[in-house]
């Protein structure tokens, strides 16, 4: 029986390597459709709440893991040698930047180290983990083969599917979202698609991983680049007196040919900020300067300083130095109504506050704490206080915060995501980005 035989006849079982954001939301849907899923993490505390049946992402609910792990369907595990029982492997572990701000592959090297001692015939490997393009053909592939002995293509099969889940979207979760599956060769491009076929209702086939590897770079650069462009615009609004959302919002008016971004206080996550610069560093080895993706990091990255400075004018205007000023930023979580705070620009915000002189506090109903540079950072634990403040700063536009009331206490307001824009009374507290 060939590897496409097992997986339409879903006698195939397959590994998940990386419990995260990407894995345990894949994971669980893979079981969901009746494949015995096997998920491997290095993080022990996490593969035994997987075994409990609770789940610790929030995209993932405990009461849609803990039936699959109850029917045997899904188990967790931090020992690899489950890999040899499987048909098909993912790799969904971090691929985040070095202090250098260069590509950091080390946990999928590794990962893949892990695997190794496992491999056997016939067995299909998927990346999803965002990487440069050409590193599934140039680097995993052969380091696969060498571990093993075995040659891919023909003993076992290669492909990288770039991961799109984006935390906290009700409408497009695994299910649902295309998925892009590109392959070394035309046999490992039918078992990836016949794999997704089984729990994704589109899959696109592209001609190799290096296009899949390109797809997803181009996806977060495009966002990157649009949001460092709005970013800038709302630096131009602010010297020239207008309104950016103001503008934002008339000419997202127009029905063709206009897609609106919104500015803020920087980018965060795990995505948006670091992959980008995976593509430049690639094209930077092949003697090319990126200066589109360059250009829009060098305005993103500079946004937390740009608030900061606005905070400052704000207090300046009230009379107030920043030093011994007491400010409080709402919300640390790098998006709205989710807990991750990887890359974000409020915790960039509140340092800078701080090394202004600041007495910085946060708040944030998903984000009670926050570990920076193996610090705990611990935030107030409600807003009974919030008068007390000379100012607060909007970083995060959680549903959760109640910004009629926010405004109306607060002594003065640096709204940098336009959450106040239907609050209609004292607007003379609100500063905006
Ligand atoms: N989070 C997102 O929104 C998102 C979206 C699209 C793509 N991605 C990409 O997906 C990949 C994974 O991101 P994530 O957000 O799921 O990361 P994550 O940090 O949430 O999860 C990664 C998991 O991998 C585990 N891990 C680390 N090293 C390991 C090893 N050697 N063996 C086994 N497990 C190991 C960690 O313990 C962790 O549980 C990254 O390349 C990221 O760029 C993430």
């Known amino acids: 029986m060939t590897l496409k035989d097992r997986i339409v006849s879903r006698e195939a079982k397959v590994a998940v390597v990386g419990l995260g954001y990407v894995g345990l939301p894949l994971a669980v849907r893979i079981a969901e459709v009746g494949l015995r ?34 029917a045997g369907t899904l188990s967790a595990h931090t020992d690899f040698s489950v890999i040899s029982e499987v048909d098909a492997v993912i790799i969904c572990v971090p691929t985040p930047l070095s202090k250098t701000r260069d590509p950091d592959i080390s946990f999928i090297v590794k990962a893949t180290e892990s695997i190794s001692p496992f491999i056997r015939k016939g067995q299909l490997f998927v990346l999803e983990s965002t ?111 207008l309104n ?89 979580a790098y998006k709205n109504d989710i807990d991750d705070y ?5 915790i960039d915000v509140i340092d800078l506050l701080a090394a202004k002189g600041a007495d910085v506090d946060f708040y944030d109903p998903y984000v009670p704490k926050y570990v920076e540079a193996g610090t705990e950072h611990e935030g107030i634990a409600d807003l009974s206080e919030l008068e007390s403040y000379d100012a607060v700063v909007i970083a995060t536009q959680h549903k959760a915060f109640d910004y009629g009331e926010i405004v109306e206490r607060a002594q003065l307001v640096v709204d940098t995501r336009n959450a106040t824009r239907d609050i209609q009374t004292n607007r003379d507290k609100i500063r905006l980005l």
């Open 244 to 332: 950016t959302w103001e503008v934002i919002d008339a000419a997202a008016t127009k029905p063709f040919g206009f897609m609106p971004f919104y500015p803020g206080p920087g980018l965060g996550g795990h995505c948006i900020p670091i992959d980008p610069l995976y593509l430049s560093w690639k094209l930077r080895s092949l003697n090319y300067q990126a200066r589109f993706i360059e250009l829009a990091d060098s305005i993103n990255t500079g946004m937390p300083t740009y608030v900061v400075r606005l905070v400052q004018d704000a207090l300046n205007d009230a009379g107030k130095a920043t030093r011994g000023s007491k400010v409080l930023v709402l919300g640390v």
């Open 342 to 346: 990887r890359e974000s620009p409020a």
């Open 131 to 241: 990487t440069y393009p050409g590193f599934t053909r140039e680097v995993l592939g052969p380091t696969l083969e060498q571990a093993s002995g075995l040659t891919a293509g023909v003993d076992f099969e290669v492909a990288f599917s770039p991961e799109r889940i984006d935390p906290g979207n009700e409408r497009f979760g695994v299910r649902n979202t295309t998925k892009i599956v590109g392959a070394m060769t035309e046999g490992g491009g039918e078992a990836v698609q016949a794999l997704y076929e089984t729990f994704i209702d589109t899959v696109k086939v592209v001609s190799s991983p290096d296009a899949a590897e390109m797809v997803k770079l181009l996806e977060n650069t495009f966002r990157a680049v649009n949001i460092g462009l709005v970013n800038e615009l709302a630096v131009m609004c602010h010297k020239l007196g």
């Open 37 to 70: 899923t096997h998920g491997i993490d290095v993080n022990a505390a996490r593969v035994g709440r997987i075994n409990e049946g609770v789940s610790d992402i929030g995209d993932v609910d405990s009461a849609d893991l803990a039936p699959h792990v109850s």
